[in-house]
Protein backbone atom coordinates (compact mmCIF):
# COMPACT_ATOMS: atom_id res chain seq x y z
CA UNK A 1 0.00 0.00 0.00
CA UNK A 2 1.67 3.68 -0.90
CA UNK A 3 2.40 5.98 1.69
CA UNK A 4 1.28 9.20 1.19
CA UNK A 5 3.11 11.92 3.26
CA UNK A 6 1.36 15.28 3.77
CA UNK A 7 2.71 18.13 2.15
CA UNK A 8 4.30 20.62 5.07
CA UNK A 9 5.34 23.56 5.01
CA UNK A 10 5.18 27.25 3.84
CA UNK A 11 4.22 29.02 0.68
CA UNK A 12 4.67 32.38 0.01
CA UNK A 13 1.76 34.11 -2.30
CA UNK A 14 1.27 37.55 -4.11
CA UNK A 15 -1.99 38.43 -3.27
CA UNK A 16 -3.26 40.43 -6.08
CA UNK A 17 -6.29 43.01 -5.92
CA UNK A 18 -9.62 42.01 -5.48
CA UNK A 19 -8.75 38.73 -4.14
CA UNK A 20 -9.41 38.17 -0.55
CA UNK A 21 -7.47 36.32 2.20
CA UNK A 22 -9.74 33.49 2.91
CA UNK A 23 -10.69 33.02 -1.11
CA UNK A 24 -6.34 32.64 -1.84
CA UNK A 25 -6.43 29.41 1.21
CA UNK A 26 -9.89 28.08 -0.40
CA UNK A 27 -8.19 28.26 -3.79
CA UNK A 28 -5.12 26.40 -2.50
CA UNK A 29 -6.95 23.86 -0.68
CA UNK A 30 -7.89 23.10 -4.19
CA UNK A 31 -4.79 23.08 -5.78
CA UNK A 32 -3.45 20.54 -2.91
CA UNK A 33 -6.45 18.89 -2.48
CA UNK A 34 -5.90 19.42 1.52
CA UNK A 35 -8.52 20.78 4.16
CA UNK A 36 -5.65 21.95 6.61
CA UNK A 37 -4.33 25.36 4.78
CA UNK A 38 -3.94 28.86 6.58
CA UNK A 39 -2.96 32.10 6.55
CA UNK A 40 -0.33 34.05 8.38
CA UNK A 41 -2.02 37.41 8.64
CA UNK A 42 -5.46 38.92 6.62
CA UNK A 43 -4.39 41.25 3.90
CA UNK A 44 -8.11 43.39 3.04
CA UNK A 45 -9.31 42.53 -0.61
CA UNK A 46 -7.70 45.68 -2.51
CA UNK A 47 -4.53 45.31 -0.42
CA UNK A 48 -1.66 43.23 -2.58
CA UNK A 49 1.64 41.35 -1.95
CA UNK A 50 2.96 38.90 0.75
CA UNK A 51 0.39 36.27 2.17
CA UNK A 52 2.29 33.26 4.38
CA UNK A 53 0.46 30.21 3.68
CA UNK A 54 0.99 27.09 5.96
CA UNK A 55 0.40 23.68 3.83
CA UNK A 56 -0.29 20.67 6.57
CA UNK A 57 0.96 20.53 9.88
CA UNK A 58 3.02 23.62 8.89
CA UNK A 59 -0.10 25.88 10.17
CA UNK A 60 0.16 24.98 13.61
CA UNK A 61 3.62 26.94 13.15
CA UNK A 62 2.55 29.80 11.30
CA UNK A 63 2.32 31.74 15.29
CA UNK A 64 6.02 31.19 15.85
CA UNK A 65 7.51 32.38 12.24
CA UNK A 66 9.01 36.27 12.66
CA UNK A 67 6.01 38.54 13.41
CA UNK A 68 7.41 41.62 11.84
CA UNK A 69 5.70 43.16 9.09
CA UNK A 70 6.80 45.63 6.26
CA UNK A 71 4.33 47.31 3.98
CA UNK A 72 4.33 50.33 1.04
CA UNK A 73 1.13 52.67 1.42
CA UNK A 74 -0.70 55.64 0.15
CA UNK A 75 -2.92 57.87 2.36
CA UNK A 76 -5.31 60.06 0.89
CA UNK A 77 -5.66 63.03 2.80
CA UNK A 78 -8.76 65.53 3.12
CA UNK A 79 -11.12 62.11 3.34
CA UNK A 80 -12.56 60.12 5.50
CA UNK A 81 -14.64 57.22 4.94
CA UNK A 82 -16.44 54.55 7.00
CA UNK A 83 -13.91 51.83 5.83
CA UNK A 84 -10.66 54.01 6.69
CA UNK A 85 -9.91 53.61 3.15
CA UNK A 86 -11.60 54.13 -0.51
CA UNK A 87 -13.83 51.14 -0.15
CA UNK A 88 -16.20 52.62 2.56
CA UNK A 89 -18.80 55.86 1.97
CA UNK A 90 -16.95 58.93 2.11
CA UNK A 91 -17.93 60.58 5.89
CA UNK A 92 -16.50 64.07 5.48
CA UNK A 93 -13.96 66.13 2.87
CA UNK A 94 -11.42 68.45 3.87
CA UNK A 95 -8.95 70.94 2.63
CA UNK A 96 -5.72 69.62 2.77
CA UNK A 97 -3.70 72.72 4.20
CA UNK A 98 -0.42 73.49 2.64
CA UNK A 99 2.58 71.02 4.19
CA UNK A 100 5.67 70.83 3.86
CA UNK A 101 8.00 67.50 4.02
CA UNK A 102 9.32 68.32 7.58
CA UNK A 103 6.00 69.45 8.97
CA UNK A 104 4.94 65.64 7.42
CA UNK A 105 7.97 64.03 9.02
CA UNK A 106 7.72 65.53 12.49
CA UNK A 107 3.80 63.76 12.82
CA UNK A 108 5.27 60.50 11.24
CA UNK A 109 7.46 60.08 14.28
CA UNK A 110 5.03 60.83 17.00
CA UNK A 111 4.08 57.02 15.60
CA UNK A 112 6.87 55.49 15.98
CA UNK A 113 7.48 53.08 18.89
CA UNK A 114 4.88 51.32 21.25
CA UNK A 115 1.36 53.07 21.00
CA UNK A 116 -2.34 52.17 21.39
CA UNK A 117 -4.48 51.84 18.14
CA UNK A 118 -8.63 51.44 17.65
CA UNK A 119 -9.57 49.04 14.97
CA UNK A 120 -11.56 50.09 12.03
CA UNK A 121 -14.53 49.32 12.29
CA UNK A 122 -14.74 47.28 9.44
CA UNK A 123 -12.67 44.90 10.75
CA UNK A 124 -12.83 41.30 11.87
CA UNK A 125 -12.02 42.27 15.53
CA UNK A 126 -14.75 40.85 18.22
CA UNK A 127 -17.09 43.23 20.27
CA UNK A 128 -19.65 42.08 22.56
CA UNK A 129 -18.75 38.58 21.18
CA UNK A 130 -19.41 39.33 17.45
CA UNK A 131 -17.18 40.46 14.60
CA UNK A 132 -17.73 44.08 14.48
CA UNK A 133 -17.70 44.11 10.82
CA UNK A 134 -21.15 42.27 11.03
CA UNK A 135 -22.36 44.70 13.52
CA UNK A 136 -21.15 47.69 11.22
CA UNK A 137 -23.46 46.42 8.16
CA UNK A 138 -26.19 46.33 9.88
CA UNK A 139 -26.01 50.07 10.71
CA UNK A 140 -24.44 50.17 14.76
CA UNK A 141 -21.85 52.61 15.18
CA UNK A 142 -19.66 50.26 16.34
CA UNK A 143 -16.59 51.24 18.92
CA UNK A 144 -13.80 48.67 18.84
CA UNK A 145 -11.58 48.28 21.68
CA UNK A 146 -7.72 50.05 21.46
CA UNK A 147 -5.02 47.39 21.28
CA UNK A 148 -0.98 47.69 21.98
CA UNK A 149 1.01 47.86 18.71
CA UNK A 150 4.17 48.77 17.85
CA UNK A 151 5.58 50.95 14.80
CA UNK A 152 9.42 50.37 14.16
CA UNK A 153 9.89 52.76 11.20
CA UNK A 154 7.45 54.96 8.84
CA UNK A 155 9.59 56.82 6.03
CA UNK A 156 7.73 59.27 4.03
CA UNK A 157 8.54 58.41 0.22
CA UNK A 158 7.05 61.08 -1.93
CA UNK A 159 4.62 64.12 -1.30
CA UNK A 160 1.93 65.46 -3.46
CA UNK A 161 0.29 68.26 -2.32
CA UNK A 162 -2.10 69.24 -4.99
CA UNK A 163 -3.86 65.73 -4.65
CA UNK A 164 -2.93 65.50 -0.92
CA UNK A 165 -1.44 61.72 -1.19
CA UNK A 166 1.63 61.00 0.25
CA UNK A 167 3.21 57.47 0.18
CA UNK A 168 5.03 55.71 3.07
CA UNK A 169 7.11 52.86 4.04
CA UNK A 170 5.55 51.31 7.23
CA UNK A 171 7.63 48.92 9.87
CA UNK A 172 5.50 47.17 12.41
CA UNK A 173 4.34 44.80 14.56
CA UNK A 174 1.98 41.87 13.65
CA UNK A 175 -1.97 42.78 14.26
CA UNK A 176 -1.45 46.83 12.92
CA UNK A 177 -4.18 48.00 11.19
CA UNK A 178 -2.78 50.28 8.46
CA UNK A 179 -6.08 51.60 7.46
CA UNK A 180 -5.83 52.68 11.29
CA UNK A 181 -2.81 54.21 10.81
CA UNK A 182 -3.17 56.49 7.90
CA UNK A 183 -7.21 57.49 9.56
CA UNK A 184 -4.64 58.46 12.69
CA UNK A 185 -2.21 60.29 10.64
CA UNK A 186 -4.48 62.31 8.78
CA UNK A 187 -6.55 63.17 11.71
CA UNK A 188 -3.22 64.27 13.61
CA UNK A 189 -2.41 66.47 10.30
CA UNK A 190 -5.83 68.35 10.91
CA UNK A 191 -7.75 67.38 7.56
CA UNK A 192 -8.48 63.36 8.01
CA UNK A 193 -7.21 60.30 5.93
CA UNK A 194 -8.08 57.34 4.75
CA UNK A 195 -5.70 54.59 2.95
CA UNK A 196 -5.90 54.72 -0.53
CA UNK A 197 -3.08 51.90 -2.09
CA UNK A 198 -1.38 49.32 -0.18
CA UNK A 199 1.38 46.46 -0.67
CA UNK A 200 2.94 44.22 1.56
CA UNK A 201 6.37 43.32 1.17
CA UNK A 202 7.47 41.54 4.08
CA UNK A 203 6.00 39.27 6.44
CA UNK A 204 6.59 36.96 8.87
CA UNK A 205 10.38 36.45 7.08
CA UNK A 206 9.11 36.49 3.92
CA UNK A 207 10.24 39.51 1.23
CA UNK A 208 8.25 39.53 -2.04
CA UNK A 209 10.99 38.38 -3.70
CA UNK A 210 9.79 35.14 -2.65
CA UNK A 211 5.93 35.17 -3.44
CA UNK A 212 4.32 33.49 -6.24
CA UNK A 213 1.23 34.86 -8.35
CA UNK A 214 -1.79 32.29 -7.29
CA UNK A 215 -2.38 32.14 -10.65
CA UNK A 216 1.12 30.02 -11.60
CA UNK A 217 -0.61 27.06 -8.78
CA UNK A 218 -3.55 26.99 -10.99
CA UNK A 219 -1.54 26.23 -14.18
CA UNK A 220 -0.48 23.22 -12.08
CA UNK A 221 3.03 24.96 -11.73
CA UNK A 222 3.63 23.71 -8.03
CA UNK A 223 6.65 25.67 -6.03
CA UNK A 224 8.83 23.75 -3.86
CA UNK A 225 7.73 24.78 0.00
CA UNK A 226 9.66 25.86 2.29
CA UNK A 227 10.29 23.88 4.76
CA UNK A 228 9.65 24.44 8.73
CA UNK A 229 13.39 24.19 9.48
CA UNK A 230 13.97 27.43 6.88
CA UNK A 231 11.14 29.32 8.12
CA UNK A 232 11.88 29.37 12.11
CA UNK A 233 15.76 29.49 11.73
CA UNK A 234 15.44 32.68 14.23
CA UNK A 235 14.47 30.37 16.71
CA UNK A 236 17.03 28.27 19.13
CA UNK A 237 16.53 24.19 18.51
CA UNK A 238 17.76 21.35 19.85
CA UNK A 239 18.78 18.15 18.16
CA UNK A 240 16.81 15.11 19.71
CA UNK A 241 18.95 11.77 20.39
CA UNK A 242 16.96 8.80 19.69
CA UNK A 243 15.60 7.87 23.39
CA UNK A 244 15.16 11.55 23.40
CA UNK A 245 12.92 11.43 20.22
CA UNK A 246 11.05 8.14 21.46
CA UNK A 247 10.25 10.51 24.66
CA UNK A 248 9.16 13.51 22.11
CA UNK A 249 6.99 11.27 20.42
CA UNK A 250 4.36 10.09 23.47
CA UNK A 251 4.23 13.71 24.65
CA UNK A 252 6.85 13.35 27.71
CA UNK A 253 9.71 15.37 28.92
CA UNK A 254 13.23 15.59 29.40
CA UNK A 255 16.37 16.63 30.64
CA UNK A 256 17.87 19.70 28.98
CA UNK A 257 21.51 19.40 27.49
CA UNK A 258 22.91 21.88 26.56
CA UNK A 259 25.29 20.37 24.37
CA UNK A 260 22.70 19.46 21.98
CA UNK A 261 21.58 23.22 21.58
CA UNK A 262 21.87 26.23 19.05
CA UNK A 263 20.77 29.00 21.39
CA UNK A 264 19.75 32.25 19.73
CA UNK A 265 18.35 35.78 21.04
CA UNK A 266 15.75 34.16 23.19
CA UNK A 267 17.86 32.88 25.81
CA UNK A 268 17.15 34.19 28.86
CA UNK A 269 18.16 33.98 32.37
CA UNK A 270 16.97 35.29 35.24
CA UNK A 271 17.41 37.54 38.21
CA UNK A 272 19.08 35.23 41.00
CA UNK A 273 21.00 33.50 38.06
CA UNK A 274 19.83 30.06 38.60
CA UNK A 275 16.98 29.43 36.99
CA UNK A 276 17.42 29.53 32.76
CA UNK A 277 14.83 29.24 30.02
CA UNK A 278 15.01 29.09 26.36
CA UNK A 279 11.86 29.52 25.08
CA UNK A 280 10.23 28.18 21.95
CA UNK A 281 12.91 25.68 20.86
CA UNK A 282 12.64 24.09 17.50
CA UNK A 283 13.02 20.70 17.73
CA UNK A 284 15.20 18.48 15.35
CA UNK A 285 14.45 15.10 14.91
CA UNK A 286 17.51 12.49 14.55
CA UNK A 287 16.84 12.08 10.74
CA UNK A 288 17.18 16.50 10.15
CA UNK A 289 13.79 17.04 10.02
CA UNK A 290 11.37 19.23 12.51
CA UNK A 291 10.11 17.52 15.11
CA UNK A 292 7.83 20.43 16.90
CA UNK A 293 8.46 23.00 19.18
CA UNK A 294 9.40 23.10 22.56
CA UNK A 295 9.74 25.03 25.59
CA UNK A 296 12.69 24.60 28.15
CA UNK A 297 12.44 25.70 32.07
CA UNK A 298 14.49 24.29 34.93
CA UNK A 299 16.47 22.03 32.13
CA UNK A 300 13.88 20.21 31.19
CA UNK A 301 12.31 19.75 27.35
CA UNK A 302 8.66 20.28 27.51
CA UNK A 303 6.89 19.92 24.27
CA UNK A 304 4.19 21.97 23.02
CA UNK A 305 3.75 21.25 19.45
CA UNK A 306 5.20 18.04 18.30
CA UNK A 307 5.00 16.37 14.71
CA UNK A 308 5.74 13.52 12.95
CA UNK A 309 8.48 13.85 10.39
CA UNK A 310 8.21 11.67 7.19
CA UNK A 311 5.13 10.73 7.90
Known amino acids: MMNLVMPCGFLIINKVAGCSSHQCVDRIRQVYKLKRVGHGGTLDPDATGVLTVGIGPATR ?7 KKSYAGEIQLGQVTTTDDLRGEIISNATVPQLNVYEIQK ?46 GLDLKHWEQHT ?76 LTEDEYRAWKSGRTFPFLVQHAKINHVYRRSQDNDMKFYLDLMIIAPNDEMAGIAFMKDDIVHPKIVLSPGK
Open 107 to 152: VLSKFIGVIQQQPPQISAVHVNGERSYIRARRGENVITPTKVIRIY
Open 164 to 239: GRLRLNISCSSGTYIRSLARDIGKVLGCGGCLSWLQRTEAQGFHLDHAVFLDTLTKGILPKLVTPTQALQHLSSYD
Open 61 to 67: LLPYLPQ
